[in-house]
């Protein structure tokens, strides 16, 4: 089956750990998106990447880092920096990731990160 | 991207129709309108979206004003499995910055028995 996958479901750290949390998608997309959820609130942008070897910061960068060597991964590692880590993580990825035509973003279930 | 407006919460009885409003006065010429949906603990899915013409899809239906300031997602018979926060989203076409969507806090959907 197609999808993404990421691991684990639910993760916990102690404080000032950094942590990488995985993304790994199947559906052969270009670009790779990691957001941020804190309760009640709604989708923030970390990181994007359009295409392999290649990433932007989005809305909420600090404290957070990525890369993208391969197209099918996109690891998010949350370091130390990052103030307040505890949230659920969601990384979702589209065809591609510019040009005129529309593409729905897929979402994998999301990493449940509870810093203690 | 602009902004979108939704009511907080919404409320409807099992197998009846929901009308789920969204106000973009800002809307550009260019800005989709998407709707996405997220169940408790899971990832948002996609419902649908259009550009000025009202869309029709197995989920749901996509009303689109004449001045697309406003637009209304339909489930014509909701189901217990309906409820969840339902997000519009505008999304500027000729944007460089790929596809990342601006989710708001969203409408969260309860379906009463």
Not at chain 1, 34 to 40: L, V
Not at chain 1, 67 to 91: D, G, H, I, M, W
Not at chain 2, 26 to 40: A, E, N, V
Not at chain 2, 56 to 64: D, H, T, V
Request: net charge neutral; proline share 5%.
């Amino acid at each position: 089956d197609g999808g993404i996958t990421q691991s684990p479901k639910y993760l916990f750290r102690k404080e000032g750990q950094n942590v990488t949390l995985s993304c790994e998608q199947n559906l052969n997309h270009d670009a790779m998106y990691w957001y941020r959820q804190d309760p009640g609130q709604g989708l923030r942008l970390i990181y994007y990447s359009q295409i392999v070897n290649d990433f932007q910061k989005g809305d909420i960068a600090e404290g957070y880092s990525v890369s993208r060597e391969k197209k099918e991964s996109f690891p998010l590692t949350v370091t130390s920096a990052q103030k307040n880590p505890t949230a659920f993580y969601l990384c979702a990825s589209s065809i591609t990731g510019g040009g005129s035509s529309y593409n729905e973003q897929f979402f994998g279930p999301g990493t449940r990160l509870t810093v203690l | 991207d602009a902004k979108t407006t939704q009511p907080n919460s919404m409320e409807s009885n099992e197998e009846e129709p929901v009308h789920l409003p969204c106000n973009h006065s800002t809307i550009s010429g260019t800005d989709y309108i998407h709707w996405y949906r997220q169940l408790p603990s899971q990832g948002p899915e996609y419902v649908i979206h259009g550009l000025t013409s009202n869309v029709n899809n197995r989920m749901a239906s996509l009303a689109i004003a004449e001045d697309r300031k406003s637009s209304t997602l339909i489930l014509h018979r909701a189901t217990l499995r309906d409820a969840a926060v339902y997000y519009c989203i505008l999304r500027d076409v000729l944007s460089n910055s790929g596809y990342a969507l601006n989710f708001g806090k969203g409408t969260s959907l309860l379906v009463t028995p």
